[in-house]
Every structure is written in structure tokens, then in C-alpha cells.
């Protein structure tokens, strides 16, 4: 569970020489991303955002939503109004719902597309905060956000 892995990472970045990349194997959920790198971990890699995507399991700033759910079979809106990605920025939270619900092969590419789109941002997100000496800040949005939840249903 996380609170072990973070046990682990609170300990184990020291044991490891400064100058060389700390890699963590298969850590994906954004949580998990963000307490890694925050405990010094340099590049993780994991299948979530691509197995998420495919099973209708999508990450936003406000936490994960279920599009297999009815509640979007009617929702104009994206999946997250502030992405830029193709998923958001073309197609509503309705055409996606469908899509998944008709086994569309669409769906899983675009769902996927979408979770790394989002994975991505948090990466940069992270970098520059790191750069710019606000990570603890930073780190306080990103759990704000997250906590939110997700979009009240129409």
C-alpha cells in the first residue's frame, strides 16, 4: 500500500548515491507519483494510464471519474474543462460514455490519450516547481484539487 511505499521511500532515496537516477518500478496512480517524487525518486514507469484508459477509468485535476457511469451519458462537458488534450478539447463526457459503452476502440485510445496527457502535466507540473523552489506548494494545489472531486452530474 502507499503508506508502506512511502515508508520504504522515506528511507531508501538516502541509501542511494546522489549523482545517479533513483528509479521506482511500477508506480503510476498520481498520488503515488507525486509522494515519490517528493521522497526524491527521479522516473517511475507503470501501465496504469494506458490499462485505466481502457477500462474507463479516467484522471483529472479533480480526481478520477468512472466514465462507464450513466450520470455522463448526457453531459456535454469534458472530462476535465482545463485539459487541452484531444479528448477534452474535442469530444464530451456523452460521446465518450458511448463510445466505451458500444466497445468503440476509440474509447480506449482516447481515454488513454487523455490519462498520459494528464500524467504528462503533472510531470512539468512537478519539474517546475522543483525549478522554481514551490514543490511544497505545488504539492498542496495538486491534493486540493484532487480532493474536490469530481464535477457535479447535470
Not at 521511500?9 to 542511494?16: K, R, W, Y
Not at 521506482?24 to 496504469?48: F, H, S, T, Y
Not at 462537458?77 to 484531444?86: K, N
Request: charged content about 25%; hydrophobic content about 40%.
Amino acid at each position: 500500500g502507499q503508506e508502506a511505499m512511502f515508508g520504504c521511500l522515506d528511507f531508501a532515496p538516502e541509501q542511494l548515491p546522489a549523482d545517479k537516477p533513483r528509479y521506482l518500478m511500477g508506480v503510476g496512480k498520481p498520488d503515488d507519483i507525486v509522494g515519490a517524487v517528493k521522497r526524491g525518486i527521479d522516473m517511475m514507469d507503470c501501465v496504469l494510464p494506458s490499462r485505466s484508459g481502457r477500462t474507463g477509468q479516467v484522471f483529472t485535476r479533480n480526481g478520477v471519474v468512472n466514465i462507464k457511469n450513466a450520470r455522463h451519458a448526457d453531459d456535454p462537458r469534458p472530462l476535465d474543462e482545463a485539459c487541452t488534450c484531444p479528448a477534452c478539447s474535442k469530444y464530451s463526457r456523452a460521446y465518450l460514455h458511448h463510445v466505451f459503452r458500444s466497445q468503440e476502440m476509440i474509447s480506449g485510445m482516447l481515454l488513454t490519450w487523455h490519462n498520459l496527457h494528464y500524467f504528462q502535466e503533472i510531470m512539468q507540473g512537478m519539474r517546475d516547481a522543483i525549478a522554481a523552489g514551490t514543490f511544497a506548494a505545488w504539492e498542496a494545489d495538486f491534493h486540493a484539487g484532487r480532493a474536490q472531486g469530481d464535477i457535479e452530474p447535470l
